[in-house]
């Protein structure tokens, strides 16, 4: 099982970025996925999450600037992160479940992490 984060980078406020991950080993189409993200000194917290059926969960602090995206040909999840601010500067993790619950860890597969700072 593996789940490949990339997308990280630098960028302004204001700015743009748009985070990938793709999933290998399991039965992508049947899993729910969400992306988390830890800032330095802080504890990881619930970014979106995207549920088989489509359904999609934001945190309060993603709504109207994130959007989480899937694509069960490429095995595939993104996260459109829009109007970026210095304290969206964080790791950013995808992870996938079976879970009924998504907004909340544990889930069942990690990626390692990809770095996004938010420079003002």
């Known amino acids: 099982v593996q789940l490949q984060a990339s997308g990280g980078g630098l960028v302004q406020a204001g700015g743009s970025l748009r985070l990938s991950c793709t999933a290998s080993?399991?039965?992508?189409?049947?899993?729910?996925m969400g992306w988390f993200r830890q800032a330095p000194g802080k504890e990881r917290e619930f970014v979106a999450a995207?549920?088989?059926?489509?359904?999609?969960i934001y945190a309060d602090s993603a709504k109207g600037r994130f959007t989480i995206s899937g694509d069960n040909a490429k095995n595939t999840v993104y996260l459109q992160m829009n109007s970026l601010r210095p304290e969206d500067t964080a790791v950013y993790y995808c992870?996938?479940?079976?879970?009924?619950?998504?907004?909340?860890?544990?889930?069942?597969?990690w990626g390692q992490g990809t770095l996004v700072t938010v420079s003002s």
């Open positions: 995207i549920r088989w059926s489509g359904e999609t």
């Open positions: 992870a996938a479940t079976r879970r009924v619950v998504i907004t909340t860890a544990p889930y069942e597969y």
């Open positions: 080993g399991f039965t992508f189409s049947s899993y729910n």
